[in-house]
């Protein structure tokens, strides 16, 4: 069997997606749930670029095991260092080091000639390689360099001692048979390719990134750089669970080959990631998409009914999708709580159970049928990496077709009790100016979606908020089956989230 060595890059190039920041205790949560799902290196940031990062690139460095930790650095010695600096408490450290080598990036961004980059390519690879016994390179822009160009820097840097060869899709321009006979050019004309490990790194602006990463293992890649739902810059990334989805579901293509991945995690990963970041995911998102397993014609329900492979080529419970049929009620006691969360994946403490149970007995009193989503929903809202700040006690609003909406808020602090009344241009927006007066912020409200968590009258809502305060950007969500509660709660989520980083 030929594996692919997955490597995922949601804490690196999938932060840099604009709205995504993570503080240091949600990307490790993220990094353990990676490393239990058996990915095999995760790029866990880029040091130089701030000192949080490098604080962070450490903890997951000293905390994860398993997985190979991976910094990434320019062809600068100052980045080298913050870069070996991150990844040294790691078992088994690895720095990625770039450089453009497009015409277009060579010219306008970094204003040198071919000559003085191959000379900093390969004096940084080298200088890398006595920190840290395992580098890769990334031509960035790799798919609109010079080939020959590109085949003289791989074979310089492999003598130089890189173990991998990245060939980043940096603007997503790429088409998947083009893409695979790149890779494969590279396999036939650098002379000492065999001493490295050829790499994938797609980016999805014309919506080619799986498509492009599948095709070059096709033709020999025998890495792939993707991460969950897809997230980074611009479009974003390849995403990891459509590579990995491809690569099983289709063994007729994907002769001989397998990836490490449990893929019954990819569900519970998704969901984590999307929460931790705020980046809802599209319904008809494969593989993770509320919609991914849902069959609404009676003639597709008729099929599936009678025999699942009619119009199911992946079993759901394969992702982890564990369904969404009525799971318990009023009635149920802590205990089947307990199994119902043990069998979705979370494992929690007697304080977070307690807290998560208090949670689902005010829902049940609400709601008559609680469902899978609304469980995940609730645990994801109460068992944060965050610790909070401030809390909700309660609130109370007077709003009508005639009326200036009014809400009277209060927070609690330190276990000291603040409040405050606001009148607003509607319900949720006289909370958001009572929880300003407050908590003394001035917030600017850039983004706010609300979203049934499932079907029927009571379904619970999902606010998902983007809120900028302190000049730093962050986004939450929050929960309830009254969306004004959901709202005040991603509003708190989203102010506490500010203060944490
Ligand atoms: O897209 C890109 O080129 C990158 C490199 C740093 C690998 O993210
Ligand atoms: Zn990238």
Redesign the pocket.
């Known amino acids: 069997m030929d594996k692919i060595i997955i490597f995922d890059t949601t804490l690196r190039?999938g932060e840099q997606a604009p709205g995504a920041s993570l503080n240091p205790t949600e990307k490790l949560e993220i990094a353990y749930a990676l490393a239990e799902m058996g990915i095999d290196v995760i790029e866990a940031g880029f040091p130089v670029s701030s000192p949080g990062d490098l604080e962070s690139v450490k903890q997951i460095a000293k905390g994860i095991k398993g997985p190979v930790i991976c910094a990434?650095s320019r062809a600068i010695k100052l980045d080298i260092d913050a870069a070996a600096e991150g990844v040294k408490p790691a078992k088994r450290p690895r720095i990625h080091v770039?450089l453009a080598t497009s015409k277009i990036h060579m010219q306008y961004k970094l204003k040198k000639a071919e000559d003085e980059i191959m000379r900093l390519a390969t004096e940084s690879v080298r200088y890398a390689r006595k920190l840290c016994p395992d580098v890769e390179f990334?031509p960035?822009?790799a798919t609109r360099s010079d080939n020959e160009f590109l085949y003289r820097i791989i074979e310089a840097v492999i003598k130089e001692g890189a173990t991998t060869v990245?060939i980043?899709d940096?603007v997503g321009y790429t088409q998947p048979e083009e893409y695979g006979i790149l890779i494969r050019g590279i396999r036939e004309n650098v002379p000492n390719i065999d001493k490295a490990i050829i790499s994938t790194?797609c980016?999805n602006d014309l919506g080619m990134a799986v498509a492009n990463s599948l095709e070059a293992i096709r033709n020999g890649a025998r890495q792939v750089e993707c991460t969950i739902n897809g997230i980074g810059e611009r479009a974003g990334n390849a995403s990891m669970e459509e590579i990995v989805m491809n690569i099983k579901t289709r063994k007729d293509i994907f002769k001989g080959i397998q990836t490490n991945i449990d893929t019954r995690h990819i569900y519970k990963v998704s969901r984590l990631v999307s929460k931790l970041t705020g980046f809802v995911i599209a319904p008809n998102k494969a593989i993770v998409g509320g919609n991914a397993f849902r069959h609404e014609s009676g003639i597709h329900q008729d099929g599936v009914l009678k025999e699942r492979s009619t119009y199911e080529i992946i079993k759901p419970e394969d992702v982890g999708f564990m369904g969404t049929g009525i799971v318990l009620g009023k009635h149920s006691g802590r205990h089947a709580l307990a199994e119902r969360l043990k069998e979705l994946g979370f494992i929690l403490n007697a304080k977070q159970l307690e807290k998560v149970a208090t949670r689902f007995k005010d829902l049940a009193d609400k709601k008559k049928n609680i469902f899978d989503d609304d469980l995940v929903s609730i645990v994801e809202d109460e068992i944060k990496a965050i610790k909070p700040v401030w809390s909700l006690e309660d609130f109370q609003i007077t709003s009508g077709t005639k009326i200036r909406p009014m809400a009277s808020v209060n927070l609690r602090y330190r276990n000291k009790l603040y409040s405050a009344s606001s009148s607003g241009d509607g319900p949720v927006d006289a909370c958001f100016k009572a929880i300003d007066k407050i908590t003394g912020t001035r917030a600017e409200l850039q983004d706010y979606r609300i979203e049934a968590v499932t079907k029927g009258k009571d379904a619970l809502g999902e606010v998902s908020l983007k809120l900028k305060a302190k000049g730093k950007v962050v986004t939450a969500r929050g929960s309830s089956t009254d969306i004004i509660e959901s709202s005040v709660r991603a509003y708190i989520n989203a102010l506490n989230k500010i203060e944490s980083l």
């Open positions: 190039d990434l770039f990334s960035e822009d990245n980043p940096t790194h980016h």
